[in-house]
């Protein structure tokens, strides 16, 4: 592995407070992505979607839990397949306490086409907590414009009526995996192929990524 070069401590406090400017200037070009994704118009979701629980069939109301906001992670996990998507499990296995969302009046679930008997022994075995729906039968991922694939919906009440505000997929769910967030602050990074050469593995993009019980451990 090619090292991080070897510098004093003031040549070192030099290059992190040159490092820092590049930084604040991300910070700020963040907030301003961000305060222009809360502009975004919405749409309204007026349809009826009855999605599978585990207390039995839910609109789409339903699912706020009472909150005013909802982010719905559609997990890629079809009727019939054995498959576990691993880039879907490194999300889930990354979402926290739901507390500080729901102290910021937000809800937090995942939906799938799969059945929920399918869904159950892969979410015990995971020991996922996120509160899980299917949306088999319905258009809902459909609707989302999913198609086959993941992505993240975020949806907005104002009483009785849904709209939805947001979606991305892609790198765009790179935004909710804190285990990226913490390697992107290493020397050695995500170790992927797009990323500079020589200082660890070099994977391509996602393919080092499984369910959390399936990672080779290293002492």
Known sequence: MTLPEIVSPEEWQTARDALLVKEKELTKASDAVNAQRRRLPMVEFAKEYLLDGPDGKVSLLDLFDGREQLIVY?????????????????????????????????????????????????????????????????????????????????????GDRVFRTYFTTGRGGDQLVTTLRYLDLTPMGRQEDWEESGRGRDDAPSSWWRPHDQYETTS
């Open 74 to 158: 559609h997990f890629m996990m079809h009727p019939g397949s054995d498959h576990q998507c691993p880039g879907c499990s490194f999300v889930v296995d990354t979402m926290g306490d739901p507390a500080p969302l729901h102290a910021r009046d937000t809800t937090l679930v995942v939906v799938a086409p799969a059945p929920l008997s399918q869904a159950e022994p892969v979410k015990e075995r995971m020991g996922w907590t996120v509160p899980w729906f299917s949306s088999g039968g319905t258009d809902f991922t459909a609707d989302c414009g999913v198609g086959a694939g993941f992505g993240i919906s975020v949806f907005l009440r104002d």
